[in-house]
């Protein structure tokens, strides 16, 4: 038996995610692409950790490697939500470490990977 709540930490990873897209819809909308993206790459991270729960039972990685979580759950991913993950991680790295200076992407890539996350994010919540 787990020594932890699995349904409270599932449901707080899904409802901080939802929090964060809503962010993530703001930032962009308002021309802020990397910002956006960086919490688009944190929205996905926190789906995937509540998948890592549900499907575990054990607590979630600190980590922030969207690849690696994908990898510890059970969830079969298409190869087009495989690079969402590889497109939002270059955005996770841009956010945290300044020596990883990214272009500031065109609104309307920033678009595409805010749409990908919000389909990608609508995937993972049914999966919960």
């Known amino acids: ?17 939802l ?9 962009i909308k308002n021309n802020k692409f990397i910002h956006g993206l960086f919490f688009c790459h944190l929205t996905i991270e926190k789906l995937l950790k ?11 990685p600190k980590t922030h490697d969207l690849i690696y979580l994908m990898e510890k759950t059970k969830l079969s991913l298409t190869e087009e939500h495989k690079l969402t993950l590889v497109n939002l991680m270059k955005y996770q790295i841009e956010g945290r470490y300044p020596d990883n200076i990214l272009a500031t992407p065109s609104k309307e890539i920033a678009n595409e990977y805010l749409n990908k996350t919000e389909e ?4 993972l919540v ?3």
């Open 120 to 123: 990608l994010l609508e995937w």
């Open 126 to 128: 049914r999966k919960l």
């Open 1 to 17: 038996m787990s020594a932890f709540n699995i349904e409270k930490q599932v449901e707080y990873w899904k409802t901080t995610a």
């Open 19 to 27: 929090s964060d897209f809503e962010t993530a819809e703001l930032l």
């Open 50 to 60: 509540a998948n890592f729960v549900k499907c575990t039972e054990m607590l979630a």
